[in-house]
């Protein structure tokens, strides 16, 4: 004969032990160092809308198959409706003595509806749950971060159309190269976001399958529709191995991934920015609302979003790593290490959004310097191919015109004159072949315009580049 001993036991624990999805075999409550280390509540909170909203679908779907009856479903539903609302308008508190939002959000439930709020759980495991809010929330991530990156090329591209006639030294080793366009160089940076954009979607339509239903491991005997819960979530369809449902995170890594390539590409440009905007450069000069002083230099105006943006990057990258280095050695199917897939990438998220916005709204209250951009273009030597070119299109061999234009290089150098700046004589003096023509040859505009290839410089082709941008951008 079984007594009540062991009943009178687990009666007798702590009120938090009874908010445990799985106290009915334990005897003794947990230490309460194990409780503070094995707990997420703490930071798997901010999926309460995910957890409940996956909730509603589930016991939607338990009811359709007849496992619950419809007045237990619209019981579960409204008691789950109401929670979600006490959240939101701050009549309920998450109580972070639960062990993870999902023990919260169910103790609650059963306290306001009683018994009936003890069958939410039919059919369904932790594993499967967890990664359903993960997704749930990661899905809703994505699009945030969707529209951030849309936002930013839109500002891009406005500056692009703006700016296809001021002149700028383009850079090859930090040292000026050849002439080109702000509207040019800014394209290049439109076309790595436009990549981070396309990342995003790959990932979100990969990820895009419900995994609810797969139970611990080895899914469930309740006769579950999958399909319908996933149509009721808004997925494409359900997952299709159980084991593989409750444990991967690949699709975190991926984003991880996708988040730290933006953050390159926002530290690159960064970098450029705090580089401009020195007062050696001088290029642009950031606004009063994306710059801070310093406390005993009056003079200074720091570019400190674009430091800390370049800062902050290394922040995304060490996520990736973490993850990545998390699920390395993990055997199937579900194990705790998973748990430490959620700071991470909430931490990367959180900043990689914070980046791309103040990124975003930095450099569109920038002010460009035109003149002097268009001056270190022209006294950087930047149109010295182009005097090569003209010497090869008179028939000089192109390695005898490389040689001759560096001896010309090496004379402005002594002089502190541009080649522009030689007379006719002086040019003559090392060339005869030079002619008057040379001037209009070598000027900014004409080395400019002359690149009309698609992908260059030329107003030509940019405009045919700025016309895709819009299109791809009115597709969104």
């Not at 006769?223 to 995170?249: C, I, K, Q």
Request: aromatic residues 8%.
């Amino acid at each position: 004969m079984v007594t009540g001993k062991p009943a009178l036991r687990i009666n007798r624990l702590r009120g938090r032990e009874l908010m445990k999805l799985w106290g009915g075999r334990f005897t003794k409550a947990t230490n309460q160092l194990v409780d503070e280390f094995n707990a997420s509540i703490s930071f798997d909170k901010r999926f309460y809308k995910q957890d409940i909203t996956g909730s509603i679908a589930h016991v939607t779907m338990l009811a359709k198959q007849g496992i619950l009856t419809e007045e237990e479903r619209d019981c579960i539903k409204a008691g789950l409706e109401g929670i979600l609302s006490d959240i939101k308008e701050g009549k309920l508190q998450i109580d972070e003595t639960a062990e993870d939002i999902h023990s919260f959000v169910e103790a609650t439930l059963i306290e306001r509806i009683g018994d009936t709020g003890k069958k939410l759980h039919t059919g369904r495991s932790r594993n499967d749950q967890v990664a359903l809010d993960m997704k749930l929330y990661t899905r809703d991530e994505i699009s945030e971060l969707h529209g951030l990156i849309v936002e930013l090329l839109k500002t891009i591209l406005k500056i692009m159309e703006e700016n296809t006639e001021t002149y700028m030294p383009g850079f090859t080793h930090l040292q000026k190269a050849q002439p080109l366009t702000l509207a040019h160089h800014f394209g290049a940076y439109f076309e790595m976001f436009l990549r981070d954009k396309t990342r995003l979607e790959d990932i979100y339509k990969r990820m895009n399958y419900c995994p609810l239903g797969s139970g611990a491991l080895a899914g469930t005997t309740y006769p579950l529709d999958r399909e319908y819960t996933a149509e009721l979530l808004g997925f494409d369809g359900p997952t299709f191995n159980s084991m593989d449902s409750v444990a991967d995170r690949d699709y975190l890594i991926e984003l991880l991934s996708a988040m730290a390539t933006i953050m390159m590409h926002l530290s690159r440009f960064s970098e450029e920015i705090i580089i401009w905007n020195s007062n050696e450069y001088r290029f642009v000069e950031i606004d009063d609302a994306y710059s801070t002083g310093s406390s005993i230099m009056p003079q200074k105006k720091n570019p400190d979003i674009a430091e800390l943006v370049r800062g902050k990057t290394g922040r995304v990258y060490g996520a990736l790593m973490s993850l990545l280095t998390t699920m390395k050695g993990i055997p199937l199917a579900y194990n705790k290490d998973m748990q430490e897939d959620k700071e991470m990438t909430f931490d990367a998220i959180d900043t990689t959004k914070g980046c791309i916005q103040l990124f975003t709204g930095m450099i569109a209250t920038m002010r460009f310097r035109k003149d002097v951009m268009a001056k270190s273009a022209m006294n950087g030597f930047t149109n010295a191919t182009d005097a090569a070119d003209y010497l090869v299109n008179h028939g000089v061999p192109f390695r005898d015109a490389h040689g001759i234009i560096g001896q010309i290089v090496l004379y402005c150098i002594d002089k502190n004159i541009s080649i522009e700046e030689m007379s006719l004589e002086e040019l003559k003096a090392i060339s005869p072949v030079f002619e008057e023509d040379i001037y209009d040859a070598i000027s900014l505009k004409t080395c400019v315009e002359k690149r009309t290839t698609i992908g260059g410089p030329g107003p030509e082709a940019m405009k045919q580049v700025i016309a895709r941008c819009h299109k791809l951008l009115e597709e969104e």
